[in-house]
């Protein structure tokens, strides 16, 4: 089950990509409300979006980014076809792709 | 803000200016010995005229989306997030939950009477003599096919509950009070007594914050009217990172007013839901939703 | 088209290897150590010094930056950044109060406008910065969002 869901609609001749990620994007500072033991760090650290193969954005955060992130991106043109590739790296060395088609 | 709480007298009623004319009402009835029963009807008609009064440009349907109706900030920021909303890998995950058969071979659908039944229920069972929820109805399922019954807060039936919601939006909710059984209306009844009855540390009734000072702020929170609440459940709440059910909320209200909180699914609980949904009888379903 | 865009992209890169001397430019994938020193906690002065050493972040109103006034929750402010700036390559989002007051960092190829949305965590009511980089210059605008204590406590 992909942790990366894309979504892309055309808006005035440019194509907008929105990306909703399933991650818990954890601190490190908060604790866990039975045991009192701090939960450990758990996030994305960079995130790569490409167009056909191609980088067009590369996204380095930290904690400070919400839990189950999203993004929104917007492609110059766009055809029905083309593919975009969103792919996560965490700071604990988890990872996940997922493709999307333009229609 | 609180000292008008706390100065507020205990009434049966929320409508507080016709406190003067409802006590001549009880006298009088009293009098004459008649039975207080309840009138689902003449309640709903009353609830929506408060409404009416504190929210006069909302139509019904607004309801449906709580405080975002009645607050410009909070809903910019919700219409934001609506973008992409959180919940929907609870949809997805509800829907291969729904489809994924027993161990015994059983289905889901097998119990429930199609996916788009969001706002059916609570229904009244005549045979079981209880309020059937959604959550219940799934749980009753899960045990009569020999599974184990899910957490009625979040998870898998938070799951299941978005993927129905979801199947259901815009049904306007159709709660119905059989008149062939009067226990239907005594759990109408007690879920409406529970509603105004005050209780906890803090001594506030639901109706105290959602009836009498709905719209108004506690500290930086605008309180939503309670007409419309069971509309858009299961909620992705921010606050909790996660979907999570109505009876779940039910339980975080109770601790906040420093109450005894009771299970989710407790009777108490399905026989509230029961009267908040007829309540908002003709309110479209919209969960599964985002709050704060 | 995919050729000049690929000429266009190295002769950017071409252009901004002197700052990627300097060690601004990232281009190897999660580089621990620039990680490790750009999203530490600390000031935002600090994270500031860190990032753009003493180059100029000229105030500008050409970064349109879409955040509400009053947080609902710190936990999820959705914010939106737009850009008539020229050639944007860079957005940086920092929060003045967060612990760690780097949000993110977007890597934009001349593919795609200057634009993204995101996110974001606010530990408590501050300015929400926006420093773009545009042909090798830096800009910033900022935005005050309030961030609440809930009413019942959430």
């Not at chain 1, 590369?58 to 917007?74: N, Q, R, V, W």
């Not at chain 2, 509309?231 to 109770?254: Q, V």
């Amino acid at each position: 089950m992909s942790s990366i869901k894309i979504r892309s609609k055309r808006i005035d001749g440019n194509t907008q990509i929105r990306t909703l990620i399933a991650h818990p994007m954890e601190h490190g500072r908060n604790r866990d409300p039975m045991t009192n033991a701090l939960i450990p760090a758990h996030f994305i650290q960079e995130l790569i979006v490409k167009h056909n193969d191609k980088i067009v954005a590369t996204c380095t955060m930290g904690a400070s980014i919400s839990k189950d992130p999203y993004f929104a991106f917007l492609l110059k043109g766009g055809e029905p076809g083309d593919k975009i590739t969103i792919s996560w790296v965490d700071n604990l060395g988890g990872q996940d792709v997922e493709e999307h088609l333009l229609k | 803000m609180l000292k008008n709480i706390c100065s507020n007298k205990s009434v049966q009623t929320a409508n507080r200016s016709k406190l003067a004319p409802c006590i001549l009402c009880l006298v009088a009835l009293l009098f004459f010995a008649l039975p207080l029963q309840a009138d689902p009807a003449q309640d709903q008609a009353q609830f929506r005229r408060h409404y009416r009064q504190l929210f006069p440009s909302l139509q019904l349907a607004d309801y449906a989306n709580g405080v975002y109706a009645i607050d410009p900030v909070a809903r910019e920021s919700w219409l934001a997030i609506e973008e992409f909303p959180p919940y929907e890998p609870a949809i997805e995950q509800g829907e291969r939950l729904f489809n994924t058969p027993f161990n015994d071979g059983h289905r889901y659908a097998d119990c429930l009477p199609g996916t788009a039944i969001a706002h059916e229920y609570p229904k009244w069972d005549k045979k079981k003599g209880e309020v059937i929820t959604l959550a219940k109805a799934i749980n009753d399922c899960r045990l009569a096919h020999h599974e184990t019954a899910l957490n009625d807060e979040k998870g898998d039936m938070a799951s299941l509950l978005a993927f129905i919601a979801y199947r259901s939006r815009g049904k306007p909710i159709a709660i119905s009070i059989p008149e062939d059984d009067p226990r239907a209306l005594a759990a109408y009844q007690q879920g409406r007594d529970f509603y105004y009855l005050r209780r906890g540390q803090l001594n506030f009734a639901c109706a105290t914050c959602h009836v009498q000072n709905a719209g108004k702020f506690l500290r930086s929170d605008r309180l939503s009217p309670s007409l419309g609440h069971t509309a858009s459940w299961p909620t992705y709440r921010l606050k909790w990172g996660e979907t999570g059910t109505l009876h779940r909320r039910f339980i975080e209200c109770l601790q906040q007013i420093k109450a005894q909180p009771l299970p989710a699914q407790s009777t108490e609980f399905r026989n509230l839901e029961y009267f908040l949904s007829f309540m908002s009888n003709g309110i479209p379903i919209t969960g599964p939703s985002t709050r704060k | 088209m995919k050729l000049h865009n690929r000429r266009t992209f190295i002769k950017k890169s071409a252009a901004l290897g002197a700052l990627a001397a300097s060690g601004l430019l990232n281009s190897a994938p999660a580089n621990s150590a620039w990680l490790a020193e750009n999203f530490r906690p600390g000031k935002l002065d600090q994270t500031l010094r860190q990032l753009f050493k003493d180059a100029a972040l000229n105030e500008t109103d050409k970064i349109t930056i879409k955040i509400p006034q009053i947080a609902e929750n710190g936990a999820v402010v959705p914010i939106t950044i737009s850009s008539s700036l020229d050639a944007v390559q860079r957005i940086f989002i920092l929060v003045e109060k967060n612990p760690v007051p780097l949000a993110a960092q977007f890597d934009l190829s001349p593919e795609l406008l200057p634009f993204v949305s995101a996110r974001i965590k606010m530990a408590e009511t501050s300015d929400v910065i926006v420093i773009a980089q545009s042909n090798g210059a830096f800009y910033r605008a900022k935005e005050r969002v309030k961030v609440t204590i809930g009413g019942c406590g959430g």
